[in-house]
């Protein structure tokens, strides 16, 4: 069964901090991760996502995350990070398309505060 | 750019009445997908929907809960008999089959109350 773990819940950072958000999953074959923006009251916003290839993946909002197959892990980071990013950031993973449904499977998400 | 759209936006109901939650996924997308999150807590799984068939389904839907598409553009999620503990946020998301990656579309979500 796939699974993946935040073990992060809250993160505090000052507006042009890097931030780094750490993600760990666990799933059998190759998996499909991705990180979703959740902000209040709104729904979910595709940042990124990594299905093969480059480790370092480049999403929209200057986030980038790298994947790391020997530690099971697809950490998000951002070299300054705004106002605007205060969100809850999920990291999820998928099946490969194996005709199956491909459900994802989410992260307890990270609340990440901003201070001005 | 096209989008998923859900109504309600927040659908207050009494414990025992039936809600329906609608959805109109992406015009070409052939895959559909229901997920909820209890205030608080991550996001879940309900069930995938494929040519007019429910294929995976999680333990979280019960009896209680049923998947139509009743046309060519909506699809909807029946909750039979409401409980207390079906309050959540329940999203909607759709993905293009023709597509060779897993990316899922989310809606804006529908705030379900249970009183």
């Known amino acids: 069964a796939q699974s993946v773990t935040q073990p992060d819940i809250h993160i505090t950072v000052s507006e042009g901090a890097s931030l780094e958000l750490r993600c760990n999953y666990s799933y059998g074959a190759t998996p499909y991760l991705f990180w979703y923006v959740q902000s209040p009251g709104q729904g979910l916003q595709l940042l990124l996502k990594y299905f093969s290839g480059d480790t370092l993946v480049q999403g929209i909002k200057g986030f980038e995350a790298e994947f790391k197959r020997s530690q099971s892990s697809f950490n998000l980071r951002k070299p300054s990070v705004h106002w605007s990013d205060a969100a809850e950031y999920f990291c999820a993973v998928g099946a490969a398309l194996t005709g199956g449904g491909n459900k994802l499977t989410f992260g307890t998400g990270t609340q990440l505060k901003v201070e001005l | 750019e096209p989008e998923v759209t859900q109504t309600p936006s927040h659908q207050v109901t009494q414990m025992g009445q039936e809600v329906i939650l609608r959805c109109v996924p992406i015009?070409?997308?052939?895959?559909f997908y229901w997920y909820r999150q209890i205030l608080g807590q991550k996001v879940e799984f309900l069930v995938s929907f494929y040519n007019n068939e429910i294929s995976e389904k999680s333990e979280i839907f019960d009896d209680q809960f049923s998947v139509e598409r009743p046309d060519g553009s909506n699809f909807t999620l029946k909750i039979r008999s409401t409980k207390l503990e079906d309050s959540a946020m329940y999203f909607c998301?759709?993905?293009?089959?023709?597509?060779?990656?897993?990316?899922?579309?989310f809606g804006p979500g529908t705030r379900l109350t249970v009183l």
């Open positions: 998301a759709s993905r293009r089959l023709a597509s060779s990656y897993n990316e899922q579309f």
């Open positions: 015009s070409n997308h052939l895959y």
